[in-house]
């Protein structure tokens, strides 16, 4: 097949998602084109049926803010007529969804193209819960000739506050096992913590979304009781406040603001526990790749979380706003190694049985067939 994939380039579980998709789908000689409007963070492959095509966006004295979506749906229009796809998957619906749709409308009868939506879990309930896009993206999803969410949770959601009266196929979230593996580095864990020194790891945006107030909060508790790290890898709006509340609990030494990082799977591999406790996840990729690598993960029981990760079995779930309850379980957990060692491999398995690359990778595959055969 010939595939259009649109997406964002920053860092993100989307982007990343959807770049990944396109290496997995171009080693199985599918001709996939990449439309963004920077070269995404995760792609990395040097491959001649894996093409990265650059949306431009002019700026214009008039244009108070640059319409990136006209500029894209001219860009994936551009690209079809060029490479003749056959589809073009849209990974979050504001605005990849109209954008390919819009495409869709302006190309000839004989060069009409199928879209796929992915909604990622934002798209739906933040962006599209604002007045100003909810139309619109009821719109798109209606539009698009199939539609994929990432998590069960999400697709309830989306029929709960979109009612869009369609069919939504869950294709979950998926990792590269062999680079997030699980694995002993001495050196490499001895660049975060002392020996004695138990390792907590959080990775995001920083956005609120992420309460970062309670990944500091845990940690103060946690390095109450036992000698610990904590490293934050990332950056966004909530990064400057951590650092002010981590010196606010006498805690600054211990945190390591690493910044952001591509290549985290050696300090995940290395870490002791992952912390994600958000408002929500629509999944939450960042604790698949902790999982993977054999790190059990401690998040909160909202969204799509549930999914992933099984308290008691791979990690522990609280509510949402319960650092304490978080830390509680961290301390039980990692003063026991051999119930840590036994949750390092429940991680493990817990991934390797649902969510490996190949597995979802068909799926997609399949879906993409589907749609192109109706
Ligand atoms: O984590 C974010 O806020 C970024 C966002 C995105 O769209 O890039 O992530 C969402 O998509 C990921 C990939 O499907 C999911 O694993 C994340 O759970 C989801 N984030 C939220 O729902 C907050």
Redesign the pocket.
């Known amino acids: 097949m010939r595939i259009g994939i649109v997406c964002?380039p920053t860092f993100?579980?989307?982007?990343?998602?959807a770049t990944e998709l396109g290496q997995a789908l171009a080693k199985r000689d599918h001709e996939v084109h990449v439309i963004s409007y920077a070269p995404p963070f995760r792609l990395r492959e040097f491959r001649l049926n894996l093409h990265y095509h650059a949306v431009e966006v002019s700026s214009y004295p008039l244009f108070k803010y640059p319409p990136y979506d006209l500029a894209l749906a001219s860009k994936i229009m551009e690209v079809v007529e060029e490479t003749g796809l056959d589809l073009v998957h849209a990974h979050?619906a504001i605005p990849h969804a109209i954008s390919a749709y819009l495409a869709r409308q302006m190309l000839p009868a004989d060069k009409k193209i199928k879209v796929v939506t992915t909604l990622?879990?934002?798209?739906i309930?933040l962006v599209g819960a604002e007045k100003a896009y909810a139309e619109i993206t009821r719109f798109g999803l209606r539009q698009s000739d199939g539609v994929t969410v990432?998590s069960e949770w999400l697709k309830r959601e989306t029929e709960r506050s979109f009612a869009v009266g369609r069919e939504i196929r869950v294709i979950p979230?998926f990792v590269d096992t062999d680079r997030f593996s699980p694995g002993e580095d001495a050196a490499h864990r001895a660049r975060f913590a002392r020996p004695e020194e138990k390792l907590i790891v959080h990775a995001?945006?920083f956005?609120p979304?992420?309460r970062i107030p309670d990944v500091i909060r845990c940690f103060a508790l946690l390095a109450g009781k036992m000698p610990a790290r904590l490293v934050l890898v990332g950056d966004g709006p909530e990064l400057p406040r951590a650092a002010e509340q981590a010196s606010e609990l006498g805690i600054r030494k211990q945190v390591i603001f690493a910044g952001q990082q591509e290549a985290i799977e050696g300090l995940l591999r290395v870490a002791d526990a992952f912390l994600l406790p958000?408002e929500?996840?629509?999944?939450?990729?960042?604790a698949l790749e902790a999982l993977s690598s054999g790190t059990p993960v401690v998040g909160t029981e909202q969204?799509?979380m549930p999914e992933v990760v099984t308290s008691g079995v791979n990690g522990h779930l609280c509510g949402v706003g319960e650092p304490r309850c978080m830390a509680e379980f961290l301390v039980r957990l990692l003063s026991d190694p051999e119930r840590h060692a036994a949750f390092r491999r429940a991680a493990r398995e817990s991934v390797v049985s649902r969510y490996s690359e190949p597995a979802i990778v068909s799926l997609y595959e399949a879906f993409y067939e589907e749609v192109l055969g109706r």
């Open positions: 964002y993100g579980g989307s982007g990343a998602i979050y990622h879990g934002t798209d309930t990432v979230n995001s945006n956005r979304v992420k958000s929500f996840e629509s999944f939450g990729l960042a969204g799509g």
